[in-house]
């Protein structure tokens, strides 16, 4: 049975890492990756700048890598064909714009957060529509050195609440300390009845396998820009 050939950036990263040790329950093998440094690890081509890999050599790319990266990559899987899926956050305008230039030709998926329980957690959402004379709030809690703040989770939730309740929702909170994987929060509170609705990351794998999910069901789409509700069906 053939393989998909599948390759990192941002593979020795806490992202790669974890997508290099499940992929073949995906039926993909890690062929080529990005890195700050070269080598070749496990058979695994490594290099320091997507215009090094082989083309002939991948299949899909999936991208955990810096924002600052992204053009690049974009532009590498629209001029090969190969389809993307970004997990990077904290894209600029430009960033973004460049995603959905290359999903012009190939399929693009990109999402905050890679996991389908998010994903359901945003479809929820729409059914606080139905609410009347409540108050809303995210607040989401991360590890102390996550960087983006509030989180891409957040922010995507933020707009997913605000479709569904209107634009007069406050600004997520923000926590950041210890190791906290990812814990996202939306309250619905009401004067005599409260509703929350809460996603618990238990540990990275989960965004791995979402990634990989994704990974899998987009290599047989059309080009065009998805995420990672398209996933769910």
């Given at each position: 049975m053939k393989h998909n050939r599948l390759a990192i950036i941002g593979i020795s990263g806490r992202?790669?890492?974890?997508?290099?040790?499940i992929a073949n329950e995906f039926d993909f093998i890690v062929t080529e990756g990005?890195?700050?440094?070269?080598?070749?690890?496990?058979?695994?081509?490594?290099?320091?700048?997507?215009?090094?890999?082989?083309?002939?050599n991948v299949d899909v790319v999936i991208d955990f890598s810096m924002p600052e990266l992204t053009m690049?990559?974009?532009?590498?899987?629209?001029?090969?064909?190969?389809?993307?899926?970004?997990?990077?956050?904290g894209l600029s305008l430009d960033q973004k714009k460049a995603l959905e230039k290359a999903a012009a030709v190939i399929p693009v998926l990109w999402a905050p957060n890679m996991s389908l329980g998010v994903?359901?957690?945003?479809?929820?959402l729409g059914q606080l529509s139905r609410l009347e004379g409540f108050d809303f709030q995210i607040e989401e809690l991360h590890h102390i050195r996550k960087k983006d703040k509030p989180s891409g989770t957040a922010?995507?939730?933020q707009e997913k609440l605000k479709e569904a309740v209107g634009p007069n929702v406050p600004e997520p909170l923000a926590i950041r300390g210890g190791g906290?994987?990812?814990?996202?929060?939306v309250w619905a509170m009401g004067e005599e009845e409260t509703i929350t609705l809460e996603h618990t990351a238990m540990n990275r794998r989960v965004f791995a396998r979402g990634a990989l999910k994704a990974a899998c069901w987009?290599?047989?789409?059309?080009?065009?820009?998805?995420?990672?509700?398209n996933v769910l069906g």
């Open positions: 992202m790669g890492q974890e997508i290099r040790a990005v890195a700050s440094t070269s080598s070749t690890s496990g058979g695994v081509l490594i290099a320091t700048d997507i215009s090094a890999l082989r083309d002939d690049n990559v974009a532009a590498w899987c629209a001029n090969h064909k190969k389809p993307l899926v970004s997990g990077v956050t994903a359901v957690l945003a479809r929820m922010i995507f939730l906290i994987f990812g814990v996202h929060r987009l290599k047989e789409q059309k080009p065009g820009l998805y995420r990672m509700d």
